[in-house]
């Protein structure tokens, strides 16, 4: 493994000031990213979608439980996926993992939810075998479809406005594929490392370990139980937009970002 410069505490902490330069960049384009999807346009939201809850039916207005916000993530949870049925998507499984108390999310007048094609049984039983605390509906129609995460997952979002003929629901934003890392913790720990996330597309030097993206995952009960797997399957030749990437050949470049 070929490690970097070995130098003294003064040095590193003199290397450690350039870093903190591109650190407060990034930090302010991330900001201006920020700015620039709260001036996104709206577009309104007028199909009745219905999704089915704990305690029945309801509509995409209710989800907000009476907040002005709401954030949709589509996690496959349901049959034909991988695992299925001790387990939901190994991927989504992952990012369920990572939501925390969402008392500071809904202090903004802002509520997260999931949906998921499994019944409301199967979507608690997942639940309590996971230990996920998550709001998490059923769907019904073709919600994800006609907001672009019916094939993948993906996260919506959108604002209620109250008027005389009753609320009115607008989209303000979507983001999926690598977007979504922004709520998975694991990443921003594992980039703050030497070794960083360990996988194949990094450019890290000559002899780090690294292993190919996504197939490392494990459902977080079952690590050191099982092989890693390409639980994800194989790209589709015919789907251009199909976020997998090939599986790695001998010669191919590993540090190609897909």
Known sequence: MQTPEIVSAAEWDAAHQRML???????????ALAAMRRRMPWTPVD???????????????????GRRQLIV?????????????EHGCVGCSLMAD???????????????????????????????????DIPWYSLTDDFDADFGCDQWHGTNAFIRTAGDDGDQVYRTYFINDRGDEA??????????????????WEDSPDGYP??????????HDEYGQREPSRWFGDPDPDDPH??????????????VCH
């Not at 949870?77 to 695992?83: A, L, M, N, S």
């Not at 903004?108 to 230990?131: F, H, P």
């Open 98 to 132: 990572h939501v925390g108390n969402l008392a500071h999310l809904n202090a903004r007048d802002t509520t997260l939810v999931y949906v998921s094609r499994a019944d409301q049984a199967d979507i608690e039983r997942i639940k309590a075998k996971m230990g996920w």
């Open 210 to 219: 690294q292993t190919a993206p996504y197939e490392w995952w494990c459902w």
């Open 21 to 31: 330069v591109k650190e407060k960049e990034m930090t302010r384009a991330r900001d």
């Open 47 to 65: 199909t009745e979608y219905a999704f089915e809850g704990p305690d029945g039916r309801v509509g995409l207005v209710d989800l907000f439980d």
């Open 242 to 255: 199909d976020p997998r990437p090939p599986r790695r050949t001998e010669g191919s470049d590993s540090r």
């Open 73 to 85: 993530y589509r996690a496959f949870v349901e049959p034909g996926v991988e695992g299925w049925p």
């Open 183 to 200: 709520f998975v913790g694991t990443w921003t720990f594992l980039d703050v490392t030497a070794l960083g996330r360990q996988e194949t």
